[in-house]
């Protein structure tokens, strides 16, 4: 004889209530990014997830250090867009494929998208294509505080379809530390 089992039917969740149950669950909160030192001792590189950050005071006037980050970003193929000015963040994009020592881009699956079975091949990047966002503050006395960021983006060619996909790639530091280097005139 065929045994009937009950099941215990919960109304969905949603909104208020569904904060109050993962509140009660009480998981822990994620960690901060820890800052490293690296190489020179005012350098402060700090490294989230896919994109590269640093840090470092300059003994330069901002406006002087403003030029030279401009002349460092088109000798390195980064064309800027936008304002060049002291206090505003200079972002700049690569106008050509990144050289590969900026980022390391990973091996990806890429899926067929027409296929019932879940068919996936190893594609690796072939194009890396970069941008930087720079700002320059005033500190104290006649320093300068630069900040530099980039984010490196990877090419990737379906192999099913044919069709480039775009994923994130993490940064090296490579560009960073060059970027700061031209700052501080090294």
């Known amino acids: 004889m065929p045994r009937i089992v009950r099941v215990l039917h919960l109304p969905a969740l949603s909104g208020a209530g569904l904060a109050l149950l993962l509140a009660a669950c009480d998981l822990p909160e994620r960690p901060t990014p820890r800052a490293t030192r690296i190489e020179a001792t005012d350098v402060t590189v700090v490294t989230p997830r896919l994109a590269g950050a640093a840090e470092e005071t300059v003994a330069a006037a901002p406006a002087e250090v403003v030029a030279r980050i401009d002349a460092a970003l088109r000798r390195l193929n980064l064309a800027p867009v936008g304002p060049i000015e002291v206090g505003i963040p200079i972002e700049a994009r690569s106008q050509r494929i990144s050289p590969p020592g900026w980022a390391d881009c990973p091996d990806v699956q890429i899926r067929d998208p027409f296929a019932e079975a879940l068919r996936a091949r190893t594609a690796s990047a072939g194009n890396i294509r ?46 960073e530390r060059e970027l700061l280097a031209a700052a501080a005139g090294r």
């Open 130 to 175: 970069s941008s930087a966002t720079v700002i320059v503050r005033p500190a104290e006395g006649s320093t300068s505080r630069v900040s530099v960021r980039a984010v490196h983006e990877g090419t990737y060619i379906n192999a099913f379809t044919n069709n480039p996909e775009q994923r994130p790639c993490r940064s090296t530091g490579e560009l």
